[in-house]
């Protein structure tokens, strides 16, 4: 596919010059005459490739500006095409764009060979652009990561100097970011135990140390839990430049958990105890809680039991009974005793009652109630039956349910009642597979009914492993354990006992180990440092994909191996052992910088940090070493160092004179000529006594300058100061009128950080603006003389082109006629005082006059419909060629003998008052058919083409019965 360029340049004939030198190199064409179109065609075209701009664009935005608006919204290459070779003209270019600068008439070779380069430049920065671009988000997404990490994370670097703390950190050990980055980890942790230490050292030597509960005591004596890791990291030649240790206190999650078993062993025992139904109220006899037993027991709901009183549901005992009741069981703790309590629906059924104290923060009365009607009816070995099984099945964690030998469920206990969703009521007489549903926990198969293969075989049978159970509310529990029969004292089977546990919590833990360690093993591939494991012996077991990229080995190919085969020699390994050993702090902070060796032997210099890796019991079973590569870092310290030389010098020896102050306004930064310019006796003199060397004026000299006016002091309040003029009077020098542009600092933090001004001295370039107004009127005298030069050489020319007409069989008047139409242009011009505009009807008529009389024998009436206007000279210009190649065309193919030869032309502005339309015709022959604006061939053709789209117009031609051209163009074509 052919590479598009936009060819930006005013002059017609020249644009139509270099187009066809571009388009014999192979590449499309598309051309603008003015900034504004280019603008605009680039908007619209996204396939353009490249842009050749000229400087100058006549009116309107010039080449640079229409760069600069370019380049604000698209990447594009901009190579300047002009006939400027002044240096401060070249010097602006590059400031805008650096993809070459052509010098117009340089030759073809020259402009293709630079139009070449920019688009090798242009790739090469693109390619750049998307390198940089993909490493600042892989730091933002590692920061991201890491700050979101619910452990808290610090990376050292090998001297165990700290290089990052999460937020996390800073908060669980109490330290600030400024108090830690940049120190030695045992700085800030003095008293680190020695075992730490070891780690660290571990670490840096490629192993990596963990422990999942270990005892951190803090220096106010407190002990913490923690769980850590302890790794090395990677530089990018696999040497480890540091460790990272990840932390996290889990004191009050062992607390917690140690409050919820014991909650849960005490609600346990509550559910052991109960007989039946329980309720819960507050000193003021009021129901706080009930549970589902004595809902289903009363008839009432738990929402009906709350809003009731003891006396609505006991049908023998009133208000003043109850309060004493409350009040005794208040003073002895405890009180049993049978009552008569009231259904919903009016029945009457006996109850025993167990009430006692509940301790807590505040006093409660728990009661225990138990039916005790169907006990009493019925006979007295059922009834030991039904209750021993019913205390069995209350009292016991796991839930129960009994079937019959057709599968209907019997009985179930609360356990069994919570996990299906089901009350034993709904649930009694009803098939088990509709109450115990159960389905496969991965593929959702529904599993088959263990009750039809416990009646068949005769034996217990045990659930299948990751079995749910769907309950009625919605719920889904992991559920473990198996079916029995139930057999008389003849062994026949009379049912079957289905007994099960929620396992859902150890399931899920199981699960979270098992994701944990998935996570594990992505974040220790992910983390860029080099990371080394190994046992106690230092033979290596593991590393990362990192240590891999850094050093060249596989996981293969080192392990097994001693730690000191990754050094540069031995003598380096027994350096970070001393370093180790003589360190005393908290090996989290330790890291240490030595020169290891890469698989194919090259030496790179790392930071080292080594952590212990322990078992639950706190046993060391290895270590992890973290390395990172600071080859880069190394040069980038030696470069920031060099740029800050650089900075002062360049500061120091340029003609602007700079002054910074910081958020405060104190100067904290002047150039060498600020100091000369205000006559100071050296750069560090404080700010606070300038005024004793100099005074500031406003622009007059006499009036002194308002603080609030100062430029340095506008900027420091956010206001962007641009050529604001001053006047600076040293105390025994002679003064200067400054220029002074200025702005607002803002760090990275987006807060101020003080303030900048570049003050100019503009005192010459004064003098010089008096010297150019005398010089303006020169120049209107040299204008004229100009002028008339012009005029007598285009003459000149025309009299060249017709004495050699008369020498030639090739018909050369229609390049005379071009020329004179130029000359007509500048006679009009000498004539008026407005050089901008010219009357389009006097200047058109004259045009074909000229036009007619010289190359048509005959006598052509001229109908001139021309409305009274003027426009730009630079729209007269094209308006005239187009005329003239449309006045010769019908001299030459139009006009017959045999008719009066008129030719009409005619301007008007359209209904929208937005565009002219001119309108040339002529009598005599009809245009031919098979040429046309549309796709042109001649030269004559093409000619108004390319002049329509000069001036952003449009042209359209009407054949027959006579030739009607139509050209439209904007009002303001400027």
């Not at 349910?401 to 007489?429: C, F, H, Q, S, Y």
Request: aromatic share 8%; with cysteine.
């Amino acid at each position: 596919m052919k590479k598009k360029i936009l060819l930006v340049e005013d002059e017609t004939l020249i644009a139509m010059d270099e187009a066809q030198t571009l388009q014999k190199y192979g590449y499309e064409v598309v051309t603008a005459y003015k900034g504004e179109k280019a603008l605009e065609i680039v908007e619209e075209d996204p396939e353009v490739s490249l842009i050749l701009m000229d400087i100058d664009l006549g009116k309107g935005i010039d080449g640079t500006e229409a760069a600069q608006k370019i380049l604000e919204h698209h990447e594009l290459p901009i190579v300047f095409l002009s006939s400027h070779t002044e240096p401060e003209i070249v010097e602006k270019t590059e400031g805008i764009t650096s993809y070459g600068y052509i010098v117009k008439n340089s030759g073809e070779t020259v402009l293709s060979a630079s139009i070449r380069m920019a688009f090798r430049l242009f790739e090469a920065k693109m390619l750049e652009k998307k390198h940089k671009d993909a490493l600042i988000h892989s730091h933002k997404l590692m920061s991201y990561i890491i700050e979101h990490n619910q452990s808290a994370i610090a990376v050292h670097d090998k001297d165990l100097n700290y290089i990052y703390v999460s937020k996390q950190y800073l908060n669980q050990y109490n330290v600030r970011e400024r108090d830690v980055i940049g120190r030695h980890h045992y700085e800030v942790f003095p008293d680190l135990p020695q075992k730490w230490r070891d780690v660290h050292q571990r670490a840096l030597m490629g192993e990596v140390s963990r422990g999942e509960t270990d005892p951190y005591e803090r220096e106010d004596g407190t002990t913490d839990w923690t769980r850590w890791e302890c790794r090395p990291w990677y530089e990018s030649d696999e040497s480890i430049g540091g460790i990272i240790i990840y932390t996290e206190v889990i004191s009050k999650e062992r607390r917690i958990n140690r409050d919820v078993r014991d909650n849960i062993n005490y609600v346990q025992s509550i559910l052991r105890t109960t007989k039946d139904g329980f309720w819960v109220l507050d000193l003021d006899e009021k129901f706080i809680d009930v549970n589902s037993a004595y809902c289903r027991m009363s008839g009432y709901t738990r929402d009906e039991i709350l809003e009731r009183r003891i006396p609505d549901i006991d049908a023998d005992e009133n208000l003043e009974e109850t309060e004493e009741r409350f009040k005794r069981i208040l003073s002895t703790g405890h009180e049993v005793f049978e009552a008569r309590h009231r259904r919903k629906d009016g029945s009457i059924f006996n109850v025993e009652i167990s009430a006692s104290i509940l301790g807590g923060d505040e006093d409660r009365v728990i009661c225990f109630c138990r039916d005790i009607t169907e006990r009493k009816k019925a006979e007295k070995e059922l009834a030991e039956r039904e209750e021993k099984l019913r205390i069995t099945l209350d009292s016991i964690g796991d839930a129960v349910i009994t079937t019959d030998l057709d599968g209907n469920v019997i009985r179930m206990n609360p356990v069994a009642e919570k996990l299906t969703g089901w009350t034993v009521d709904t649930a009694k007489g009803k098939k088990l597979q509709e109450v115990f549903r159960i389905t496969k926990a991965d593929t959702r198969e529904v599993l088959d009914n263990p009750v039809e293969k416990v009646i068949k075989t005769g034996e217990v049978v045990g659930l299948a492993n990751h079995t749910v159970l769907l309950s009625k509310d919605g719920h889904e529990y992991q559920i473990a354990d198996s079916a029995a029969p139930i057999k008389d004292k003849d062994q026949n089977i009379e049912g079957v006992v289905l007994v099960f546990r929620d396992v859902s919590e150890k399931y899920e833990r199981e699960k979270q180990i098992t994701e944990n360690e998935r996570k594990y093993r992505g974040l220790f591939n992910s983390i860029r440092d080099a990371i080394l494991v190994t046992d106690t012996d230092r033979n290596i077991i593991d590393c990362n994909s990192a240590f891999s990229d850094v050093f060249g080995y596989s996981l293969e190919d080192i392990r097994g191996k001693k730690t000191v085969s990754v050094y540069k020699n031995e003598d380096e390994y027994t350096q970070m052992g001393k370093a180790l050993r003589e360190y005393k702090g908290d090996q989290a902070n330790f890291l240490f910088t030595v020169n290891y060796k890469r698989k194919d032997g090259t030496i790179f210099p790392g930071e080292t940090n080594v952590f212990y890796l322990r078992d639950d019991e706190g046993k060391v079973t290895g270590f992890i070493g973290l390395i990172r590569d600071i080859t880069d870092r190394k040069k980038s310290e030696k470069s920031i160092e060099k740029n800050k030389i650089f900075l002062d010098t360049v500061l120091d020896n340029i003609k602007e004179a700079i002054i910074i102050c910081n958020e405060e306004g104190k100067i904290v930064r002047l150039n060498e000529s600020a100091r000369r310019l205000h006559n100071l006796p050296e750069k560090q003199f404080p700010a606070e006594k300038w005024a004793e060397y100099y005074d500031l004026y406003y622009p007059d000299g006499e009036t002194l300058l308002a603080t609030e006016d100062i430029p340095l002091f506008r900027a420091l309040n956010g206001e962007d100061v641009i050529n604001a003029e001053i006047m600076v009077t040293p105390k025994g020098g002679s003064s200067h009128l400054l220029s002074c542009n200025g702005h607002q600092l803002i760090n990275n933090e987006g807060k101020i950080a003080g303030a900048v001004i570049a003050m100019h001295d503009i005192t010459e370039y004064r003098e010089i603006e008096k010297s150019l107004r005398n010089a303006l009127e020169e120049k209107d005298f040299l204008m004229g003389e100009l002028n008339h030069r012009v005029k007598n050489n285009l003459a000149l020319v025309s009299s060249l082109i017709y004495l050699k007409d008369s020498e030639t069989d090739e018909d050369l008047s229609e390049l005379m006629h071009r020329i004179d139409v130029i000359k007509l242009i500048h006679e009009k011009l000498s004539q008026q005082n407005d050089l901008d505009q010219i009357d389009v009807k006097e200047y058109l008529q004259e045009l074909l006059e000229s036009i007619f009389s010289s190359a048509y024998k005959g006598d052509v009436d001229i109908v001139n419909n021309i409305e009274e206007v003027s426009i730009p000279t630079k729209t007269a210009i094209p308006l005239a060629l187009i005329t003239n190649e449309i006045a010769t065309n019908a001299i030459k193919h139009g006009f017959t003998s045999d008719k009066e030869a008129r030719f009409t032309i005619a301007m008007t502005r359209d209904s929208a008052n937005t565009q002219y339309v001119l309108t040339l015709s002529n009598t005599g022959h009809p245009f031919p058919e098979d040429i046309g604006v549309e796709h042109p061939e001649t030269m004559g053709l093409q000619l108004l083409s390319t002049l329509a789209d000069q001036i952003n117009g449009t042209i359209e031609l009407k054949k027959e019965p006579y030739p009607i051209f139509t050209i439209r163009f904007p009002l303001q074509n400027e």
